[in-house]
């Protein structure tokens, strides 16, 4: 079974410009969860989206936005990236609700430049 | 809202000697989850153990267990046995039914002795 599947591996942009991230979720997990791993900032939660909805957003600008299609796969846009934005940027999916077990992608590593 | 501190930000351990990694967290919820992920140099994030806050027997996963102390808030991973292949970046993280996101400590830096 396919697991998470995020690209691209890599990204650099430079300052001002957009980036756009995707991420494929594992078959029958409707929900998708975006999380932003800055160094020596741990883990940050982005997004959450569920059956098409965005369903609960952390502590970030509007310029961090994204969707998720009918198939449950999604897209995080960043737009006037900022130096700030590089980092790992982690996708995970689970069935629903992250009280069973997330499954997490490799990330992609966005540098801003 | 929850929070979940990490306080140690690196360890290191003998293999096959056992090490423990300190978690404590807060939230105002009843209905909560605990967990403990891996990250390994490849980045991907791995879910090593969960814990339901309201089962009082604790979780074990083969080499793996914790010490979930609800009274202290705390959440302690032990590695039994530790092998080469432990030695990775581990996170603290807990849930809740309202919101379903994962709340993450800093995480702690475990490096294996040979």
């Known amino acids: 079974e396919a697991g998470v599947t995020q690209s691209p591996t890599h990204l650099i942009k430079t300052r001002g410009q957009q980036a756009t991230l995707r991420c494929s979720p594992i078959?029958?997990?409707?929900?998708v969860y975006w999380y932003q791993q800055a160094l020596g900032l741990g883990l940050q939660f982005l997004l959450w989206?569920?059956?098409?909805?965005?369903?609960n957003r952390g502590n970030f600008p509007p310029r961090f936005s994204g969707r998720q299609f009918p198939n449950y796969s999604s897209e995080l846009n960043v737009n006037a990236l900022e130096l700030e934005d590089s980092a790992l940027y982690l996708c995970?999916?689970?069935?629903?609700?992250?009280?069973?077990?997330?499954?997490f992608g490799q990330g992609t590593r966005l540098t801003v430049v | 809202a929850q929070t979940v501190t990490q306080s140690q930000p690196e360890m290191s351990v003998q293999e096959a000697e056992t090490v423990t990694l300190s978690c404590t967290y807060d939230?105002?919820?009843?209905?909560?989850?605990l967990f403990w992920y891996k990250q390994p140099p490849s980045r991907q994030m791995i879910l090593v153990i969960r814990?339901?806050?309201?089962?009082?027997q604790n979780a074990t996963e083969n080499r793996f267990s914790v010490n979930f102390q609800k009274a202290a808030k705390s959440f302690s991973l032990k590695i039994s046995d530790s092998q080469l292949g432990d030695a990775a970046m581990y996170f603290c993280a807990s849930s809740t039914g309202a919101n379903s996101k994962l709340t993450f400590g800093k995480g702690i830096t475990l490096s294996v002795r040979p």
């Open positions: 939230t105002s919820e009843s209905d909560y989850y």
């Open positions: 078959s029958g997990h409707t929900s």
């Open positions: 995970a999916s689970s069935i629903r609700v992250m009280n069973t077990e997330a499954f």
């Open positions: 814990q339901e806050a309201y089962k009082q």
């Open positions: 989206y569920d059956e098409g909805e965005e369903r």
